[in-house]
């Protein structure tokens, strides 16, 4: 299996300008979670789907965050406008919840700076 | 609420020496607990976890955690450090057995492994 794919790898942008980062899970997996890493905050969780659909959306830090699922496999995490401060490593991880062995499995990240 | 505090944002060693990683907890149910591991521009990497039965949990590339609910920890050892060995390190704690809910990270450790 290829793993998680994240798209793109870096992004460079200008203040106010929109951001959309993309995110294939593993296929065949039915959680898909998005994750944002800073050196101020560390790895927060921002939201998470279940079978396409937003479990829990309250890490998404404003209004200026949205997520989507379209699909089992496609994912997108939306900045609109975008802030320096929006700057960081953005990670997306799916994983099958059979039971209690199942794993997260996280993709190589997305690298953001908002300029 | 749960919450994960890692001692130390940086451990030195030296190669061959016993490598020690501390984590501490904070869970009002039953946690699950797990260690991932982070390469430079790399994501993240499950090192063992902790879901339920034998509290010593022995994971990939020699490393293993022991699970003590009297002390709220779930420290990670090695017995012999290596050069490869040198990487961010997160705990996480995750009320479910972590596929079916979002994972609380500490702020990380950095390892640095000394020739």
């Known amino acids: 299996d290829a793993g998680v794919i994240q798209s793109p790898r870096h992004e460079v942008t200008e203040m106010g300008q929109e951001v959309t980062l993309r995110c294939k899970p593993i296929?065949?997996?039915?959680?898909l979670f998005w994750y944002r890493q800073t050196m101020m905050r560390g790895l927060e969780l921002l939201i998470y789907f279940n079978n396409n659909v937003p479990i829990d959306d309250s890490g998404m830090p404003e209004d200026r965050f949205s997520a989507k699922m379209p699909n089992a496999s496609f994912s997108t995490l939306k900045i609109q406008p975008s802030e320096p401060r929006d700057s960081a490593v953005y990670f997306c991880?799916?994983?099958?919840?059979?039971?209690?062995?199942?794993?997260?499995?996280f993709g190589p990240g997305t690298r953001l700076l908002v300029l | 609420a749960q919450s994960v505090t890692q001692l130390g944002s940086h451990v030195s060693v030296s190669e061959g020496a016993l490598v020690l990683l501390r984590c501490n907890y904070s869970?009002?149910?039953?946690?699950?607990l797990f260690w991932y591991v982070q390469y430079p521009n790399q994501g993240l990497q499950l090192l063992l976890k902790?879901?339920?039965?034998?509290?010593l949990v022995k994971g990939i590339n020699g490393f293993e955690a022991e699970f003590k609910k009297s002390e709220t920890s779930f420290h990670l050892t090695k017995p012999s450090a290596h050069m490869s060995d040198a990487a961010e390190y997160f705990c996480a704690v995750s009320p479910s057995g972590g596929g079916a809910d979002g994972l609380t990270f500490g702020k990380g450790t950095h390892l640095i492994i000394q020739p």
């Open positions: 991880a799916s994983s099958f919840s059979a039971g209690l062995q199942e794993t997260q499995y």
């Open positions: 296929s065949g997996h039915d959680y």
């Open positions: 902790y879901t339920t039965g034998a509290t």
């Open positions: 869970s009002s149910v039953p946690p699950y």
